[in-house]
């Protein structure tokens, strides 16, 4: 069964420092989506892609970050210089189609710590 | 105030009873899904809904469309289903973002 991918699955960086996160979605999805959920709290909504570019990002989503889609099938985020509250668990998701009503797809996640 | 809340916080159940975790919303929605986040962090998609209710295998999803209301049900709980249970919600104003509760953290013990 296809399945969404993300790496790695744990990243240590310093603060200040540029991380690149790293999604495969599901080859014949079309929309793609970042989410992050900080430990303990709940999930919560960076930035959706489509048609290689954002469609919609939250508040959270400021210039540090940024998302890219290099190539037919890797999706990227990337947080140009990392704070300690960056430090979360983020997860890549992909759906076939928009409109609210369609199912999305979560890879496993990246859990990354900034120290 | 949470657009979308849910109780309770925390479940702990015996091996074989019925479970139900509930979810309001307080916004306008084009579909409501329950997801399940293991212990490892990864969460799976269970049920996306709009009207009605689904099935699959012991999971029951139900919505009311006119209470902003939906539960999950659970029948024959066992160990294997504790996890994290989440209701997000796919608003029809905003695209397909989707907008997460905080979660039921269920445990079932043997």
């Known amino acids: 069964e296809p399945e969404v991918t993300q790496t790695p699955s744990h990243q240590v960086t310093q603060m200040g420092q540029e991380v690149i996160l790293r999604c495969v979605p599901i080859s014949n999805h079309l929309y793609f989506y970042w989410y992050r959920q900080i430990l303990g709290q709940k999930v919560e909504f960076l930035v959706s892609f489509y048609n290689n570019e954002i469609s919609e990002k939250s508040e959270i989503f400021d210039d540090q970050f940024s998302v890219e889609r290099p190539d037919g099938s890797n999706f990227t985020l990337k947080i140009r210089s990392t704070k300690l509250e960056d430090s979360a668990m983020y997860f890549c998701?992909?759906?076939?189609?928009?409109?609210?009503?369609?199912?999305?797809?979560f890879g496993p996640g990246t859990r990354l710590t900034v120290l | 105030k949470n657009e979308v809340e849910q109780s309770p916080q925390n479940l702990t159940a015996q091996e074989g009873e019925f479970i139900t975790i509930n979810c309001s919303y307080s916004v306008g929605i084009s579909a409501l899904h329950w997801l399940q986040q293991h212990p490892g962090g990864g969460i799976v998609s269970l049920f996306m809904l709009s009207s009605g209710k689904k099935k699959h295998g012991r999971l029951i999803a139900t919505i009311n469309i006119q209470e902003k209301h939906s539960s999950l049900h659970i029948t024959a709980s066992h160990p294997r289903d504790s996890a994290v249970y989440i209701c997000a919600v796919s608003r029809g104003t905003s695209g397909s973002r989707l907008t997460f509760g905080e979660g039921t953290q269920l445990t079932v013990n043997p």
């Open positions: 998701a992909s759906s076939r189609r928009s409109g609210g009503g369609n199912e999305q797809f």
